[in-house]
């Protein structure tokens, strides 16, 4: 099997920054792409960022120029450094990849999520 686990949630005043990382282990050959989405309270799931595992990255318009995807291919890991923090981003950080596995098997895992709360 394959588990996510994020790290690096907490609370942060507004304009302050935070870490996030998603460890992947388990079962992999490979991992392709990696990407983080969150879930603020009373809302949807939306994408915040992606990383080829030739690390193209794309963002969305919501963390541009504030947010920073970056992987570490040797530790299966993806970070998400975050910056200017706003109230408004705070949700539940959850972390996705796209992993090979023995035999060719492959599929997207979630991890658990980790909890990210901007205010005074």
């Known amino acids: 099997q394959v588990q996510l686990v994020e790290s690096g949630g907490g609370l942060v005043q507004p304009g302050g920054s935070l870490r996030l990382s998603c460890a992947a282990s388990g079962n992999i050959v490979s991992v392709n792409n990696m990407g983080w989405y969150r879930q603020p309270p009373g809302k949807q799931r939306e994408l915040v960022a992606t990383?080829?595992?030739?690390?193209?990255?794309t963002y969305a318009d919501s963390g541009k120029g504030r947010f920073s995807i970056s992987r570490d291919n040797t530790k299966n890991t993806a970070y998400l450094q975050m910056n200017s923090l706003k109230p408004e981003d705070t949700a539940l950080y959850y972390c996705?990849?796209?992993?090979?596995?023995?035999?060719?098997?492959?599929?997207?895992?979630w991890g658990q999520g980790t909890q990210v709360t901007v205010s005074s």
């Open positions: 996705n990849a796209d992993v090979v596995r023995s035999f060719g098997l492959r599929n997207y895992y």
């Open positions: 990383i080829t595992r030739d690390g193209t990255t």
